[in-house]
């Protein structure tokens, strides 16, 4: 009985943050043209309401990078082991931002972006499952450099990392990218 239940716990924490089949595709250029001018671009200025979001989001994002190197662990919410949900549940509670502990619990918050509108701050959902269909990986974006979306996640077998949206295995598994800031 002891034998099976420790079978039924690897398999079911494998199966947490693990693979997934789809592929999606992506890319993120805007510019603004000066009327008359295809040459001339100007940036648009940032209102102070983006900017506090944009402060906020660099605090989020800062306290999740002091988690970087830190091993998996199933339901893990320390330094000692951390999972996806973990990551950005403690990310976000010690920003003072109450949110759902569960991915597929928080996915269901905030408002659905397309991911071409992605910024820093955002919530990015995964389904890596192959025999579920609710999402099952969630990761925070720490950069978005054109249309290179870098996150951190935890993943069962490398810890607490930053990976890309561009990596196949992470395009393969992307659902949805969502905003709660």
Known sequence: MLRKTIILLLIFTVAACGPGKKKRTYSKTRTITVEGSTKDTIPLPKPKKEERKNDKAEAIISTAMTFSGTRYKYGGTTNKGMD?????????????????RASHQM???GQKIRVEDVQKGDLLYF??????????????????????????HATTSRGVLVSSLREGYWNHAFVKAMRIL
């Not at 996806?84 to 759902?100: A, H, K, M, Q």
């Open 84 to 100: 996806c949900s973990g990551l950005v549940y403690v990310s976000l509670r010690e920003n003072d931002i109450p949110f759902p």
């Open 107 to 109: 996915a269901l918050e």
């Open 127 to 152: 389904q890596t499952s192959k025999t579920g269909k609710r999402i099952n990986h969630v990761g925070l974006v720490v950069e978005v450099d054109g249309d290179d979306i870098q996150f951190i």
